[in-house]
């Protein structure tokens, strides 16, 4: 399958950073101010200003002592750029300082001191694809970033925190209604940290959850945060090559994941699902409204215009799923859940 271009060219892969430091900027607030304004009223220029100022400080925050990883981890060169672009483009970052403050102010897991060194020497290096390979959310590394693992939940939460009364924890479990009671394995794809996958296992203990994740941070990151968690198991790999029997799996999760990757690899994604999925087995598909991204300016999102022109009802039609379902599971502004069966 031909792989279309994106607006962050994720089919030129650049290569890892080494033997220097390449910081982001803070962007000059003074230079701002004192520089024209075109069209924007004193007001608009003066938020923007301030905004880039408090979103280049943030991140620089948050990403100046990065641990000691494996060289296959570093950052590629490009991603500090296409980083510095997005915060200091002159559009308004309201939800990306509100986010950021907000994690602050979040209930955190309580990881303990991680060796990452000897953490992810227990893991094998993955080809990863060039489209995995971006700075996501203005991380260096993006998901391959110690930063974003540990900071997974708080964002979340921070995120979703007007959205449910018990923020993203509570939306998680309210997902987890949709999955079959009889259902006896279930396959979470690309499941980060694995709230949703804990969220499953807690409405239907006799079931094992299966969390497929390319990132190890995430992985060590989950590990630690459900490590009483019975029935949780992690796979370490790309979700679209999951060693799975065809036809063997109850159901199948997908949550938050396909806003972060181009709309190819949501077709492959799809197909992996529905070949892994016993006849009648169910796909629950979960994420943000599509015009949700162009609200978190400020985070790069390398797929935000792909993820405005995907229509997933029709494209899990496409792969042969039928009886496609809308729910919302909090106000639809948030997120929406889609659910499909297998023919059988």
């Known amino acids: 399958m031909q792989q279309p271009a994106s607006e962050s060219n994720p089919e ?28 924007s009223s004193f007001k608009e220029h003066l938020k923007i200003g301030v905004q880039n100022f408090l979103a280049s400080f943030l991140i620089i925050g948050a990403t100046r002592t990065r641990a000691a990883v494996p060289s296959h981890y570093k950052p590629r060169g490009g991603q500090f750029k296409m980083i510095q672009k997005e915060l200091f483009s002159g559009v308004a970052k309201d939800r990306f300082v509100d986010v950021l403050f907000g994690m602050a102010l979040q209930d955190k897991p309580k990881l303990g001191n991680i060796d990452w060194m000897k953490e992810l020497a227990t893991f094998h290096e993955l080809d990863y694809p060039n489209y995995y390979l971006q700075p996501f959310h203005s991380m260096p590394g993006g998901w391959l970033n110690p930063s974003a693992a540990m900071g997974d939940r708080a964002a979340m939460e921070s995120i979703y925190r007007s959205a449910h009364p018990r923020k993203s924890l509570g939306m998680r479990d309210a997902i987890a209604q949709f999955f079959p009671a009889d259902a006896k394995l279930i396959y979470d794809l690309g499941a980060g940290t694995a709230d949703q996958s804990a ?7 006799g079931c094992e959850v299966v969390a497929v994740e390319a990132s190890p941070f995430m992985i060590v990151v989950g590990q630690r945060t459900h490590k009483n968690v019975a029935n949780l198991r992690y796979i370490h790999g790309m979700a679209e090559h999951a060693d799975v029997a065809d036809g063997s799996v109850d159901a199948v999760n997908i949550s938050v994941v396909f806003h972060e990757i181009p709309n190819f690899a949501k077709h492959m994604l799809l197909e992996k699902a529905f070949r892994m999925l016993k006849p009648g087995g169910t796909i629950v598909l979960s994420d943000v409204p599509s015009m949700d991204l162009d609200g978190h300016r400020g985070f790069f999102e390398p797929y935000r215009l792909e993820w405005q022109s995907y229509d997933p009802g029709a494209d899990l039609a496409s792969v042969g799923f039928r009886d496609v379902r809308v729910h ?10 889609r659910t499909a069966l297998k023919p059988k």
């Open 328 to 337: 919302h599971v909090v106000a639809p502004r948030w997120m929406w859940t």
């Open 12 to 39: 030129t892969a650049t290569e890892p950073i080494a033997g220097k430091k390449v910081r982001l900027r803070l962007y000059s607030l003074a230079k701002h101010l004192t520089s024209d304004q075109g069209e």
């Open 199 to 205: 969220a499953i296992v807690k409405r239907l203990p």
